[in-house]
Nanobody, 121 residues
């Protein structure tokens, strides 16, 4: 079983920064060999993709490109999402996810409990 625990959310003013962490655990699980992702959701809307790292590549949603950076600490089995120049529309619950490549798509099988990010204008 894989467990993902997010932390680092909070309230910040527009233009500010936050760093989210996602600590992963599991008997044979490693963030270095898994696809890891960050998603976010606001009430009444579907969960949306924010960033993903798989192998040596990282992808970002257009809405966060140039402002957010996803990284991994392989020794700590932890992934991070550094969020700069935050905007009110970045507000939401941010979820960490772990999964794998299936064919030409990604499937995320494990999810954290989420951490709230609120950006005030």
């Amino acid at each position: 079983q894989v467990q993902l625990v997010e932390s680092g959310g909070g309230l910040v003013q527009a233009g500010g920064s936050l760093r989210l962490s996602c600590a992963a655990s599991g008997r044979t699980f490693s963030t270095s060999t898994s696809t890891m992702g960050w998603f976010r959701q606001v009430p009444g809307k579907e969960r949306e993709f924010v960033a993903r790292v798989s192998g040596g590549n990282t992808w970002y949603a257009d809405s966060v490109k140039g402002r957010f950076t996803m990284s991994r600490d392989l020794t700590a089995n932890t992934v991070y999402l550094q969020m700069n120049s935050l905007k009110p529309e970045d507000t939401g619950v941010y979820y960490c996810a772990a999964g794998k490549v299936v064919g030409t798509a990604y499937r995320f099988d494990y999810w954290g409990q989420g951490t709230q990010v609120t950006v005030s204008s």
